[in-house]
């Protein structure tokens, strides 16, 4: 495959790092590529960053085919640079498009673009403790027609960021908000994919959660309103005596790959995890009695974040004295040990940028 480059004419400032934020700012080049029914993925490119032109009938402005990834490019203390687990995003984006009718792209393909996508832009992958470059693969459908059917002609791209943490606190706890009303997803629909509609459906309850001073809202299910499920932007864990519950992947569920890598770690070190059904009752219970020692969430954006408060129904439960708890310490020490290069991968979770 060849990868046409059109070289920036005007490099950008890079960003202080302490300014960093999440998502803020983007690096110099973009990389894009075109999909039709007959001649398939074609025009792979890396082109200075720029906005993009739509036909005002392109199927995503109106019906919503779109699906995006989130990963990270670290910077490792000897200089290098490496990418986490980025066959898992792969593997992700094309279980998502299959759900949307959108166009798979073949895994290679998808590696060989991802990587030298990274290598080009990686001057910019910051190097101050806890910054990374945020990766963000996404594809939508672009006929122009405004008939409701599987897309002919999509459109795949990359964008990079350079972030620090997701949320003003940082590895300090954050305050959750369970959300008894509004619902993000039910088994059969999209819950278990990465598009665009799952975020868009969330901000009425993410936007009422702020404005009580919550970071963002835990998801009961959407039939009973009584099984945890996962909050705006990560999966959850608690843990319940010497148990580590979180919550099955039945269908209305995002399957993380920090979950995974969570559930990996946490299972090789001898902890007994349980994939299950967790009720409101038996969390609440749990919280009541003192049971629920911690409580984290795990995303690439969110890394490992404990979660201190816990509000539901305008009760508060603080968790572990609001600090963050051992177990917690040990997952964010141990995944962001791996990924910036500062303790040995024993996983083989890693990949080197050339
Ligand atoms: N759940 C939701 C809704 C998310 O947006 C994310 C972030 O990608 C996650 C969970 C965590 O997934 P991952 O660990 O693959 O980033
Ligand atoms: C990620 O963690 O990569 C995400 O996609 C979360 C995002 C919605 C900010």
Not at 9 to 18: I, L
Not at 143 to 156: C, I, K
Not at 295 to 314: Q, R
């Amino acid at each position: 495959m060849e990868i046409k480059f059109i070289k920036t004419e005007n490099p950008k400032e890079k960003p202080e790092s302490s300014t960093l934020g999440f998502g803020k700012f983007f690096t110099d080049h973009m990389f894009i590529m075109d999909y039709s029914k007959d001649e398939g993925w074609h025009n792979q490119r890396i082109v200075p960053f720029e906005n993009i032109s739509l036909h005002p009938a392109s199927t995503v402005l109106h019906y919503g085919s779109e699906i995006f990834e989130g990963l990270k490019a670290y910077r490792r203390a000897d200089g290098k640079v490496q990418l986490f687990r980025p066959i898992e995003n792969i593997r992700r984006m094309n279980s998502s498009a299959e759900r949307l009718c959108l166009p798979e792209i073949p895994e290679d393909m998808a590696l060989e673009i991802l990587t030298k996508f990274v290598s080009v832009e990686q001057d910019w992958t910051p190097s101050a403790e806890g910054t990374s470059l945020y990766l963000r693969p996404f594809m939508f459908g672009n006929d122009e027609s405004l008939g409701v059917h599987a897309v002919q002609n999509a459109t795949y791209m990359i964008i990079a960021s350079p972030v620090g943490s997701y949320y003003k606190e940082g590895i300090n706890p954050v305050k959750i908000m369970i959300e008894a009303e509004d619902v993000r997803a039910v088994k059969g629909g999209t819950g278990y994919i990465k598009c665009g509609g799952n975020y868009a459906a969330s901000n009425r309850a993410g936007a009422k959660a702020e404005a009580k001073g919550y970071s963002q809202v835990l998801w009961l299910d959407g039939v009973e309103r009584r099984y945890i499920e996962e909050v705006g932007a990560m999966n959850v864990m608690f843990k319940i005596g010497d148990e580590i519950v979180t919550p099955a992947l039945t269908g209305s569920i995002l399957p993380g790959i920090t979950r995974k890598s969570c559930i990996e770690v946490l299972k090789s070190k001898g902890y007994t995890v349980s994939e299950r059904l967790l009720s409101i009752d038996e969390l609440s219970e749990a919280l009541e009695s003192g049971k629920l020692e911690e409580a984290w969430g795990c995303g690439t954006a969110a890394v490992i974040s404990p979660i201190g408060e816990l509000c539901y129904k305008d009760k508060k439960y603080a968790i572990n004295g609001g600090e963050i708890g051992e177990v917690t310490q040990m997952l964010y020490d141990t995944l962001t040990g791996i990924q910036w290069g500062k303790i040995d991968d024993c996983y083989g979770w890693t990949c080197e940028i050339k």
